[in-house]
């Protein structure tokens, strides 16, 4: 029981710092466009996609008691959040939110790859301005899951 106690308290740390990430992405919108601002709004997009990974670890690693390896294992822990696994738990999440946050995976991966004065304002922007959805469908789902 002392675990799930832990689970939940985890979840609603990372879930606090999300949404003061919400609260910057808002502030760097306001900015012009701008090298700095470009990797700024990067850097919230890559903190952000890690903040729910870390939600997801954990509960794959404390109720599942299984994490992925490998070199897919990013898509596969996020697969696996999507699942229903009988006598252990309902989907942590809805497929039209992993659907959401398939795109900030591959920003994710793209971000971690490339230098940052090769990243485009415009693709940071559009996701940048996603945030606030994709953080309320994850937090909805979330929120559902442990009722």
Known sequence: MNTLKVLESQIK???????KLLDEATEILKKRQSKINIRAGASILHD?????????HAIASTIDERVPSGVRWHIELLNQMRLDIEGIRSHIISG???????????????????????????????????????????????TKAFE
């Open 48 to 56: 952000f996609y890690t903040g729910i990974e870390s939600i997801f």
């Open 13 to 19: 740390s990372e879930l606090d710092k999300l949404r």
């Open 96 to 142: 039209d939110t992993a659907k959401m946050l398939e795109e900030y995976l591959r920003f994710r991966h793209l971000f971690r790859k490339r230098y940052g004065f090769d990243l485009e304002w415009v693709n940071i922007k559009h996701l940048l301005k996603g945030l606030p959805a994709v953080y309320t469908a994850v937090e909805k789902d979330i």
